[in-house]
T-cell receptor
Framework: DTAVSQTPKYLVTQMGNDKSIKCEQN?????MYWYKQDSKKFLKIMFS???????INETVPNRFSPKSPDKAHLNLHINSLELGDSAVYFC????????????FGPGTRLTVL | GEDVEQSLFLSVREGDSSVINCTYT??????LYWYKQEPGAGLQLLTY?????DMKQDQRLTVLLNKKDKHLSLRIADTQTGDSAIYFC??????????FGQGTELSVKP
């Protein structure tokens, strides 16, 4: 009965490839987020969706495209992967944008070779 | 601007108290948070404090907020080896955006 789940847990790929990371939450939350954690553990928000609509879009290269097919899912597609994309990507969810109690998934460690 | 700062490392002995400090910049933040990240895991919300409070206590955890100095601290009483982790403070912004500090790695020695 995992609250926020992500797949895959590990992803190793070559530069230039396109890959997707999936996130699902079974908490009935309306808002979902993607964060990137770099090698120095610095954690930064990338996107936020509320009820399938984009509400936060930080300065992220347009190679990153989030997609929310429904409220319970927020997937992250990355085109033309670069070495600097190597990081741990965390999905999170909250009841709504005003509720800052965010529940985090276990993370996806992406390694670009 | 958006800037949350923490010291990177703290080492304590088991049974001692740990105090992790954080400074933030946005005085309009409604809530301030402490998250814990164990190795290889996601972030887990430990506690939070509403901006009109000075202190919040939750079992072994005490959060102190000094709004004038924009300073937040987390005190862990009777620190155990299981408390070893990275602790992040975060301030809330509009739309659910959280701005995190760099994280403080707490090492608890037996």
């Amino acid at each position: 009965d995992t609250a926020v789940s992500q797949t895959p847990k590990y992803l190793v790929t070559q530069m230039g490839n396109d890959k997707s990371i999936k996130c699902e939450q079974n908490l009935g939350h309306d808002t979902m987020y993607w964060y990137k954690q770099d090698s120095k553990k610095f954690l930064k928000i990338m996107f936020s969706y509320n009820n399938k609509e984009l509400i936060i879009n930080e300065t992220v290269p347009n190679r990153f495209s989030p997609k929310s097919p429904d409220k319970a899912h927020l997937n992250l597609h990355i085109n033309s992967l670069e070495l600097g994309d190597s990081a741990v990507y965390f999905c999170a969810s909250s009841l709504d944008p005003r509720d800052n109690e965010q529940f985090f998934g276990p993370g996806t460690r992406l390694t670009v070779l | 601007g958006e800037d949350v700062e923490q010291s990177l490392f703290l080492s304590v002995r088991e049974g001692d108290s740990s105090v992790i400090n954080c400074t933030y910049t946005d005085s309009s933040s409604t809530y301030l948070y402490w998250y814990k990240q164990e190795p290889g895991a996601g972030l887990q919300l430990l506690t939070y404090i509403f901006s009109n409070m000075d202190m919040k206590q939750d079992q072994r955890l005490t959060v102190l907020l000094n709004k004038k100095d924009k300073h937040l601290s987390l005190r862990i009483a009777d620190t155990q080896t299981g408390d070893s982790a990275i602790y992040f403070c975060a301030e809330s912004h509009q739309g659910g955006k959280l701005i995190f500090g760099q994280g403080t790695e707490l090492s608890v020695k037996p």
